[in-house]
């Protein structure tokens, strides 16, 4: 199957088992300071598994577009991609393993059809040191569940990684892990802080037969092995634990499923291929076969970097994140000139030929990447020109550099760090002239140098976040629906959000609008939001139908999609509202409430990509 057939069955599976279909949440996460993107299909969700109700209810599906950059150096293998979508079901307080894990084995081996003999599975093998038991309840499901197959499901004890490697598969179906079973978001138990949730889960992989284990990831192979054979295609995590004070492990009072499945893996397995690429990636790489009259089985690494690297960033500038310098417009950048750069191995192709077959095969799932097509092309075509100039300004300084026949580390790192000159061009430049001196180890540690400070500078930028709802970052949450409207009323009702980051100590805002602001439009701005401060309007919460918010010209994050029914705040009374937004995070009851934190104040304003401004403002 296709994965947009393995989505479509997928949602349709669950809807049909009382879940509530909810839209993708958008890539780059709204309000929350403690990460860049959206890298899982629970990130969303992590408030409602800690206990707050969600408006849909408590039993939910979808599929959730993902986006992780650690993996970006790692794209060129047959599995891994930064771009990927996760299928997910959650119970909120509601069913748990014995409905849970019956369900994603029929869906997989009924629904898609895959052979429940190329299945094994693992669960959690326990703590005794942290009181935590053996997850032998789930094994007992899964034992069911394959003998009703027709198979005898023995269990096996591989308590680490290294054990695994050691003993092998040992004619096993069920292994026991302990580490690799565990989740929390601190990590395994002895790290979690009290008050902390948690619980075991129970993962599923898929047998690729054809491939024989390669020895270098240890003497046997096991599920959760490196080689390839075993591919990860779900996960079902069962939060039932919370730490208590004294280090022990107590019972949650609302016990959650939290389901992960990578949607394009359950397509490679329902296709018995062990390249995502051929199965995901098909039609680009169609596309880059006939437009450069070359093979991919040629130029492997090359494709894979390209058709991952073009179809995140499409996602991500439907997302409404430009090439930049900063934060999230960082990966976009890096992303395209990665792809730019492994394409002209190929060649002479433009990548941002490539939008239109990435934006025509998500046109159901994601019609807005149709709507936003040639904004989103011709951002990349606008990179692709700027980075071809760059290209051939670092190429100059290259030549100068080598032409005494050695590179130091010191000017490797300038012609990536000045020149954004890339180093595997740098290593394949000097490496056709025969030069062997160049201190790689020496380039790296200057880089890793430049890397701390830049994310420790990230840390210092995000601490103390809206996640923590303390009244200082609630006033200037409120502020910024504020500061939003006030934008709007002097640039022009065609201006939008784009991003925020709202701290204890200052909000942000990014927006879009093509030119810097003058001191009077500031000026302005920053008295309409002090004149609604002190008219001490009401902030109001009111839940109605997505279809009512819009009617009312309710604000919305720009990309994002929405249950039927939504939350929206609208400062002063919804008949004759300042502003009104879609909004789910913590604001003040009356505007007056922010003048105990000050006066509004714009400290900067400043162009951050192209067409795309930034505001950092305080209450002082």
Known sequence: MTPNQVREKYLKFFAERGHTVI???????????????????????????????????????????????????????????????????????????????????????????????????????????????????????????????????????????????????????????????????????????????????????????????????????????????????????????????????????KRNVDFGGGLERIAAASQGKDDVFLVNHSYLIEALEQSTGTTYADHIRAYRVIADHIKAAVFLIGDGVLPGNKDQGYFVRRLLRRSI???????????????????????????????????????????????????????????????????????????????????ELIL??????????????????????????????????????????????????????LLLKALQVVLGPEVHQRGSNITQERLRIDFNYGQKMTDEQKKEVERIVNEKIQENLPVIRTEMSKDEAEKLGAEHEFGAKYPDRVSVYSVGPLENAFSIEFCGGPHVEQTSELTKAGTFKILKEEAVAQGIRRIRAVLQ
């Not at 062997?436 to 210092?460: C, N, P, V, Y």
């Open 341 to 423: 750069l492994a394409a002209s191995k190929l060649g002479t192709i433009s990548v941002a030929s490539l939008v239109g077959a990435i934006v025509e095969n998500y046109k159901d799932q994601y019609p807005e990447l149709h709507t936003k097509s040639a904004e989103i092309e011709s951002s990349i075509r606008d990179e692709e020109n700027r980075f071809t100039a760059t290209l051939a300004r670092g190429m100059k300084e290259l030549e100068r550099y080598i032409g005494k026949g050695s590179l130091s580390a010191q000017e490797a790192y300038e012609l990536v760090t000045t020149y954004g000159f890339p180093l």
């Open 23 to 253: 839209p993708s949440a958008p890539l780059v996460p709204e309000n929350d300071p403690t990460t860049l993107f959206t890298g899982s299909g629970m990130q969303p969700l992590i408030p409602y598994l800690l206990g707050k109700n969600h408006p849909a209810g408590n039993r939910l599906t979808d599929s959730q577009k993902s986006f992780r950059a650690m993996d970006i150096e790692e794209v060129g293998d047959n599995r891994h991609t930064t771009f990927f979508e996760m299928l997910g079901n959650w119970s909120l307080g509601d069913y748990f393993k014995q409905e849970q894990l019956p369900w994603f084995f029929e869906f997989l081996t009924k629904e898609i059809g895959l052979d429940p003999k190329r299945l094994y599975v693992s669960v959690y093998a326990g703590d005794e040191t942290a009181g935590v038991p053996r997850d032998t309840e789930s094994a007992e499901v899964w034992k069911k569940l394959f003998s009703d197959a027709g198979i005898d499901a023995k269990d096996i004890e591989l308590i680490t990684e290294e054990n695994g490697a050691e003993l092998g598969m040992q004619g096993g179906r069920i292994f026991y892990y302990r580490d690799k079973n565990w989740w929390s978001r601190a990590g395994v138990p002895e790290k979690m802080p009290a008050g902390e949730p948690g619980g075991p889960d129970s993962e599923v992989f898929y047998e690729f037969e054809h491939i024989a284990h390669d020895p270098k990831f240890g003497a046997h192979c096991h599920p959760n092995c490196d080689c390839g054979r075993y591919l990860e295609i779900g996960n079902s995590v069962f939060m039932e634990f919370i730490k208590n004070a004294d280090g022990t492990f107590g019972k949650l009072p």
């Open 428 to 481: 394949e430049e000097i490496g056709e002239r025969g030069i062997t001196q160049i201190d790689i180890e020496g380039f790296k540690e200057l880089l890793k140098q430049h890397q701390d400070l830049s994310r420790a500078g990230s840390e210092q930028k995000f601490k103390g976040g809206l996640a923590d709802t303390s009244e200082a970052t609630t006033r200037l949450h409120t502020a910024h629906h």
